[in-house]
């Protein structure tokens, strides 16, 4: 499967930003989708999980309650929608697929075989 996230960009903070992620390649539907980033000079870190069917969602502790993450199947697109950001949500985000049903692991990256090339989101304070 291919990877194309996009929508990243400068937003004040407080601001929101829906960033989408299109796949091509094999059926979307037997991916959990997930995003992760990487803000500069930091480790990468998990942001949202997704299972295939898009009914149980995971997220990290540092966007709980701030991000949604959700999935078009028939678009063949998993969306992050981040309100209220902040100038520690800067980093460059990237959406990855696995071909495993991960469960409570869909935080996991370790556990995810495809990605894309990553979007940029800059929060200005």
């Known amino acids: 499967v291919q990877l194309q996230a996009s929508g990243g960009g400068l937003v004040q903070a407080g601001g929101s930003l829906r960033l989408p992620c299109a796949a091509s390649g094999r059926t979307f539907t037997t991916y959990t989708m997930g995003w992760f980033r990487q803000a500069p000079g930091k480790e990468r870190e998990s942001v949202a999980g997704?299972?295939?069917?898009?009914?149980?969602?995971y997220y990290g502790n540092s966007v709980k309650g701030r991000c949604t993450i959700s999935r078009d199947n028939a678009k063949s697109t998993v969306y992050l929608q981040m309100n209220s950001l902040k100038p520690d949500d800067t980093a460059v985000y990237y959406c990855a697929a696995s071909p495993s049903g991960l469960g409570t692991s869909r935080g996991n990256m370790k556990l995810y075989d495809y990605w894309g090339q990553g979007t940029e989101v800059t929060v200005s304070s």
């Open positions: 997704i299972s295939r069917s898009g009914a149980a969602t």
